[in-house]
């Protein structure tokens, strides 16, 4: 019935594996795990070879990606219903899996969110910009995202129909890191599938520094315009990228394209030391986008 799917790059998932393990036990229906490694390093493909006996465990020779990579998991699995889980998530209820099969047998959703959560403890200074972000902008209630079941889905932790999956796949032309989901769940809205929401969060375990969230967030804005571009620059999807509306409401200021050339080096320095502040956060991302725009043009004949 239930197939619990995790991505796996470079990441420790034995903690996790044994905890759905556990979960999984004594239930009445037949719940699998699925790992798919995406071409970790040879310390972790032995990590996970010791998970076989447990889990389902598929290592690829070459890395394919975030997209490719979840469509790659229909291939490995016959059942109904994919429970997506990032490997560096962290189970916070121990019904978590009881939760989401009490949903689904009376609901029978397409797509199902159940979001996640950060720890509450102020993490070190140089882990802090991503913790703070995590918490004030991904980490939305329940509450807020039944009010906008669309725009606060996220690929962490959701589950959806294998139909619904074959029929409507992760874009297999994004590559990298970042807004594979924005387009993904843009193209259920625009097809008609709702995302249902349920309150049943995991821990976001893993805290990139702030410069790995930077060099993060420089691939994310660079797939961002790739989406944009894929998505055929439809004004309905621009509504709910607020950096790139705004960037385009000031795309021709030649004064504030100066001047946030000119800080760029500045905002980024001061981020990664440890001042995580939201606003210089996003003035930083604006900065970027002229820069990747700019580069955009140089390449045109």
């Given at each position: ?115 996640s959560i950060y ?81 049943n969060p995991v ?31 439809n004004e309905k ?65």
């Open positions: 019935m239930l197939a619990v799917c995790i991505p796996v790059y470079n990441q420790n998932v034995e903690r996790l594996v044994n905890e759905l393990i556990a979960q999984s036990k004594d239930l009445q229906e037949e719940i699998s795990i699925v790992l798919i490694d995406d071409a970790s390093s040879e310390e972790f493909q032995l990590q996970y070879n010791i998970l076989k006996e447990y889990t389902q465990v598929i290592q690829l020779e070459i890395n394919i990606g975030r997209s490719k990579i979840r469509n790659l998991f229909l291939k490995y699995t016959e059942a109904k219903f994919l429970l997506f889980l990032d490997c560096d998530s962290e189970l916070v209820r121990p019904d978590f899996i009881c939760k989401y099969l009490d949903f689904i047998r009376v609901q029978k959703p397409l797509v199902l969110f159940g979001a720890q509450k403890e102020v993490p070190r200074i140089y882990y802090r910009l991503r913790w703070k972000y995590g918490n004030i902008i991904e980490s939305k209630s329940f509450e807020d995202r039944e009010n906008n079941p669309n725009l606060a889905f996220k690929t962490n932790n959701f589950i959806v129909d294998r139909k619904v999956l074959e029929a409507h796949p992760f874009n297999a032309l994004i590559s990298g890191y970042g807004h594979e989901d924005t387009l993904f769940g843009f193209e259920l809205e625009q097809n008609g599938i709702v995302i249902c929401h349920i309150d821990l976001n375990a893993h805290l990139d520094s702030n410069t790995q969230f930077l060099h993060k967030t420089d691939e994310a804005l660079s797939n961002l315009l790739h989406v944009w571009s894929l998505s055929g620059e999807l621009l509504e709910r990228l607020k950096i790139l509306t705004t960037y385009f409401k000031y795309e021709h200021s030649f004064p504030l394209r100066l001047a946030l050339k000119s800080f760029s080096g500045l905002f980024r320095f001061i981020l990664e030391i440890g001042f995580a502040n939201l606003t210089l956060y996003n003035l930083y991302k604006l900065s970027y986008l002229f820069k990747l725009r700019s580069a955009e043009r140089k390449e045109q004949p």
